[in-house]
Each structure stands twice: as structure tokens, then as C-alpha cells.
């Protein structure tokens, strides 16, 4: 009796369980989708001429390939442990795929707590993070 008398409590927890599981991945999908409202309004006011894409490659290779590799495609070698710098050049965005976020990630920061990604607004200009943006793009492109 008392076996079969714990079978509905098992049920319920399971249930309860399941629905936290939900939410809690509804809500992270929700953070990796819903980006930068206001960053997403920048429009990219450098042309992806072969110059730009150039002097792009070029501050890449000199500020982000040790955390996000030579190609772009994240896990660097020199990436700080447990950091795991995402692929720059795949389709998944977690702070917005348009060129306004990607440009505001590179120049404030991420946002998320205690994050490795810092911002680059005293080491590079405006148009040197959108040269980096048009090199990402070109190099995105298949
Ligand atoms: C010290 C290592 C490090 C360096 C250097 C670095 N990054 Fe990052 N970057 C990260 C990490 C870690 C993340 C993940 C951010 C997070 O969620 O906390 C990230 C995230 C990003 C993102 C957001 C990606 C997304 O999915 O939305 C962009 C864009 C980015 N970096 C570009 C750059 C560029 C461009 C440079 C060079 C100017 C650079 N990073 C330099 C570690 C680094």
C-alpha cells in the first residue's frame, strides 16, 4: 500500500520538475534571442569595402583571435579558463546577429556578470569596431 501510495507524489514531482525545466530554458532562449533593442537601430555607417575588411582582419588578429581564435570560430588559445568566447562567424547570437549589437557587444562589453568579453572603446575607434564587424561579416559569408 504504501508503495503504490508514493506513486502519484513521484508523479507530481516529475511534473513540477518539468515545468521549471521549461521555464528555465524558455527564459535562456529568450535571453539569447531578444539582443539589443536600441544597438540594433545603429546602422553601419562604413562601407564592406576591401579596405575595411582588411584593417578589420588586422585589429582581430591583434585584440580577439587569442580568446576567439584566428578563424573566428571561438576557443581560442589563450581564451581565460571556463571562458569559451563564442564563434563569431555561425549564425547564433547571444547579445543580437545585427551589425549595431555586434558593434556595441565589442565596444561596452558583454553584459553578462563578471564576463570576460570587455569593452574595446579605449583601444579601438568607432570605425576600426566596424571595420572588425565587416571582417566578421565577410568571413561569415559562405
Ligand atoms: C579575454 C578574451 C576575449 C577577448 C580578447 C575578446 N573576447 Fe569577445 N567574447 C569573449 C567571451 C568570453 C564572450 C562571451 C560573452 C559572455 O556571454 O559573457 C565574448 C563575446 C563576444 C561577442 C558576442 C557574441 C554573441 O554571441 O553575441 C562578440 C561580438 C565578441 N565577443 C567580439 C569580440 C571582438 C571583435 C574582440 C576583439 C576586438 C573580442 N571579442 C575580444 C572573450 C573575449
Known sequence: MRRLSNVPTAGL???FLTVIATVAI???RQ???TGNPEARQLKNPVAAAPESIAAGRQAFQ???AACHNKDAKGDG???PKDSHPPNL???VWAYGSSDGEIFTVIKDGATAPKSEMKAFK???TAEEIWNVVNYLRS???P
Open 139 to 141: 568571413l561569415a559569408k
Open 26 to 28: 524558455a527564459q535562456g
Open 31 to 33: 535571453g539569447a534571442t
Open 122 to 124: 579605449s583601444r579601438l
Open 13 to 15: 514531482v516529475l511534473a
Open 77 to 79: 588559445p589563450l581564451a
Open 89 to 91: 562567424i555561425d549564425n
Open 62 to 64: 591583434k585584440f580577439c
